[in-house]
Nanobody, 124 residues
Framework: QVQLVESGGGLVQAGGSLKLSCAAS????????MGWFRQDPGKEREFVAA????????YYSDSVKGRFTISRDNVKNTMYLQMNTLKPEDTAVYFC?????????????????WGQGTQVTVSS
Protein backbone atom coordinates (compact mmCIF):
# COMPACT_ATOMS: atom_id res chain seq x y z
CA GLN A 1 0.00 0.00 0.00
CA VAL A 2 1.26 3.47 -0.93
CA GLN A 3 -0.24 6.78 0.18
CA LEU A 4 0.50 9.85 -1.94
CA VAL A 5 0.10 13.51 -1.02
CA GLU A 6 0.65 16.32 -3.53
CA SER A 7 1.56 19.88 -2.61
CA GLY A 8 2.88 23.02 -4.23
CA GLY A 9 -0.01 24.05 -6.43
CA GLY A 10 -1.29 27.61 -6.60
CA LEU A 11 -1.98 30.64 -8.75
CA VAL A 12 0.77 31.98 -10.98
CA GLN A 13 0.99 34.36 -13.92
CA ALA A 14 1.79 33.11 -17.38
CA GLY A 15 5.54 32.70 -17.79
CA GLY A 16 5.99 31.92 -14.12
CA SER A 17 7.11 28.76 -12.33
CA LEU A 18 5.82 26.32 -9.75
CA LYS A 19 7.29 23.20 -8.19
CA LEU A 20 4.96 20.38 -7.22
CA SER A 21 5.86 17.71 -4.70
CA CYS A 22 4.42 14.24 -4.19
CA ALA A 23 5.26 12.69 -0.83
CA ALA A 24 4.85 8.93 -0.57
CA SER A 25 4.40 6.80 2.50
CA UNK A 26 4.57 3.04 2.55
CA UNK A 27 7.20 0.58 1.56
CA UNK A 28 9.61 0.38 -1.32
CA UNK A 29 9.06 3.75 -2.97
CA UNK A 30 11.94 3.07 -5.35
CA UNK A 31 10.10 0.04 -6.72
CA UNK A 32 7.38 2.21 -8.20
CA UNK A 33 7.28 4.00 -11.50
CA MET A 34 5.84 7.44 -10.70
CA GLY A 35 3.88 9.77 -12.89
CA TRP A 36 2.24 13.18 -13.02
CA PHE A 37 -1.13 13.61 -14.68
CA ARG A 38 -3.50 16.55 -14.94
CA GLN A 39 -7.23 16.81 -15.31
CA ASP A 40 -9.78 19.45 -16.22
CA PRO A 41 -13.41 19.08 -15.11
CA GLY A 42 -15.28 16.73 -17.43
CA LYS A 43 -12.13 15.54 -19.15
CA GLU A 44 -9.96 12.45 -18.84
CA ARG A 45 -6.79 12.45 -16.81
CA GLU A 46 -3.95 13.51 -19.13
CA PHE A 47 -0.38 12.25 -18.95
CA VAL A 48 2.22 14.90 -18.12
CA ALA A 49 5.44 13.12 -17.11
CA ALA A 50 6.76 9.88 -15.65
CA UNK A 51 9.96 8.64 -14.06
CA UNK A 52 11.26 5.14 -13.48
CA UNK A 53 11.95 3.74 -10.03
CA UNK A 54 15.65 4.54 -10.00
CA UNK A 55 15.14 7.88 -11.71
CA UNK A 56 17.20 6.78 -14.67
CA UNK A 57 14.55 7.41 -17.32
CA UNK A 58 12.03 10.20 -17.70
CA TYR A 59 9.15 10.72 -20.11
CA TYR A 60 7.17 13.81 -21.03
CA SER A 61 4.12 14.73 -23.04
CA ASP A 62 4.84 16.90 -26.06
CA SER A 63 2.90 19.76 -24.51
CA VAL A 64 5.28 20.11 -21.55
CA LYS A 65 8.59 18.85 -22.97
CA GLY A 66 11.30 21.44 -22.48
CA ARG A 67 9.30 23.34 -19.84
CA PHE A 68 8.67 20.76 -17.11
CA THR A 69 11.17 18.54 -15.30
CA ILE A 70 10.27 15.45 -13.30
CA SER A 71 12.59 14.14 -10.62
CA ARG A 72 12.52 11.99 -7.50
CA ASP A 73 14.42 11.54 -4.25
CA ASN A 74 14.17 7.93 -3.12
CA VAL A 75 15.71 8.75 0.27
CA LYS A 76 12.98 11.30 0.98
CA ASN A 77 10.28 9.21 -0.75
CA THR A 78 9.29 12.25 -2.77
CA MET A 79 8.73 13.04 -6.42
CA TYR A 80 8.82 16.52 -7.91
CA LEU A 81 7.59 18.38 -10.97
CA GLN A 82 9.37 21.64 -11.75
CA MET A 83 7.13 23.64 -14.05
CA ASN A 84 8.63 26.61 -15.89
CA THR A 85 7.28 28.98 -18.50
CA LEU A 86 3.75 28.15 -17.46
CA LYS A 87 0.89 28.81 -19.85
CA PRO A 88 -2.84 29.30 -19.18
CA GLU A 89 -3.48 25.93 -20.84
CA ASP A 90 -1.46 24.28 -18.06
CA THR A 91 -4.29 25.13 -15.67
CA ALA A 92 -5.67 21.89 -14.18
CA VAL A 93 -5.70 19.71 -11.11
CA TYR A 94 -2.39 17.83 -11.01
CA PHE A 95 -2.25 14.30 -9.64
CA CYS A 96 0.66 12.04 -8.85
CA UNK A 97 0.37 8.32 -9.38
CA UNK A 98 2.37 5.22 -8.54
CA UNK A 99 2.60 2.09 -10.65
CA UNK A 100 4.05 -1.18 -9.37
CA UNK A 101 4.85 -2.45 -12.84
CA UNK A 102 6.02 -0.64 -15.94
CA UNK A 103 3.23 -1.68 -18.24
CA UNK A 104 1.61 1.56 -19.25
CA UNK A 105 3.30 4.68 -18.02
CA UNK A 106 1.31 6.98 -20.33
CA UNK A 107 -2.16 5.82 -19.28
CA UNK A 108 -3.85 6.60 -15.97
CA UNK A 109 -5.55 3.19 -16.15
CA UNK A 110 -2.30 1.40 -15.27
CA UNK A 111 -1.50 3.31 -12.12
CA UNK A 112 -2.24 1.62 -8.81
CA UNK A 113 -2.28 4.56 -6.38
CA TRP A 114 -3.20 8.24 -6.63
CA GLY A 115 -2.94 11.33 -4.53
CA GLN A 116 -5.81 13.75 -3.95
CA GLY A 117 -4.55 16.32 -6.45
CA THR A 118 -3.36 19.90 -6.25
CA GLN A 119 -4.79 22.82 -8.24
CA VAL A 120 -2.56 24.77 -10.60
CA THR A 121 -4.01 27.95 -12.08
CA VAL A 122 -2.09 30.02 -14.62
CA SER A 123 -3.49 33.46 -15.35
CA SER A 124 -2.93 35.24 -18.63
Amino acid sequence: QVQLVESGGGLVQAGGSLKLSCAASGRSFSNYLMGWFRQDPGKEREFVAAITGNGGSTYYSDSVKGRFTISRDNVKNTMYLQMNTLKPEDTAVYFCGAQAGDIGKFSANFYDYWGQGTQVTVSS
